[in-house]
């Protein structure tokens, strides 16, 4: 059964730093792998979405990776802003399962 | 339109009660999604409907009972549920194939009394 980690759970930073959350997964034959943001009491905005054969995708400031072999995929957010404040959550589809979600990493970014 | 419109946003029932939740879509999806997710916690789906029909029920309680009367709606009716049954209800769609995208609409947060 697909299982779906993220580190860390939770991240305080001040306004302008760089930063990486991290996801691994334990089935490396996944279809794709999405990063979604939910702000406290709401539904999940897609940001970013990487195929099986791609490594990297952009988005403005995001940047998220995906290394299949070693079952890591990785978000970048440049310049954080306290609106990026969040729960950022990574879930994989492996084609015949639904998507398996990550517990999200909570980002607060402080002025 | 790339939005998935979720009614009501908030529903407070009790026990006895029998409502029911909407979910509408005008994007073509042919994949259409319910999730279940408490505080704190990520989603968990309870059901899926490709092309119209049921494709995955996630062992879900017969007191959640999904609808698709067209290919832009999704309803979840609800019957005697419990107070653990308290959460935010997600609708979700996507094309309905491999390799996409999942938009999700805004939830309705149900409290059962």
């Known amino acids: 059964k697909q299982e779906v980690t993220q580190i860390p759970a939770a991240l305080s930073v001040p306004e302008g730093e760089n930063l990486v959350l991290n996801c691994s997964f334990t089935?490396?034959?996944?279809?794709?792998l999405q990063w979604f943001r939910q702000d406290p009491g709401k539904g999940l905005t897609s940001l970013l979405l990487i195929q099986s054969s791609q490594r990297e995708q952009t988005s403005g400031r995001l940047n998220a990776s995906l290394d299949k072999s070693s079952g890591r995929s990785t978000l970048y957010i440049a310049a954080s802003q306290p609106g990026d404040s969040a729960t950022y959550l990574c879930a994989d589809d492996s084609g015949n399962t639904p998507l398996v979600f990550g517990k999200g990493t909570r980002l607060s970014v402080i002025a | 339109d790339t939005e998935v419109t979720q009614t009501p946003k908030h529903l407070v029932m009790g026990m006895t009660n029998k409502k029911s939740l909407k979910c509408e879509q005008h994007m073509g999806h042919r994949a259409m999604y319910w999730y279940k997710q408490k505080a704190k916690k990520p989603p968990e789906l309870m059901f899926v409907?490709?092309?119209?029909?049921?494709?995955i029920n996630e062992s879900v309680p017969s007191r959640f009972s999904p609808e698709c009367p067209n290919s832009s709606l999704l309803n979840l009716h609800l019957h005697a549920l419990q107070p653990e049954d308290s959460a935010l209800y997600l609708c979700?769609?996507?094309?309905?194939?491999?390799?996409?995208?999942?938009?999700f609409g805004s939830g309705t947060q149900l409290s059962v009394l």
């Open positions: 979700a769609s996507s094309q309905g194939g491999l390799d996409e995208k999942l938009f």
């Open positions: 409907y490709s092309y119209e029909k049921l494709s």
């Open positions: 089935d490396s034959a996944i279809y794709n």
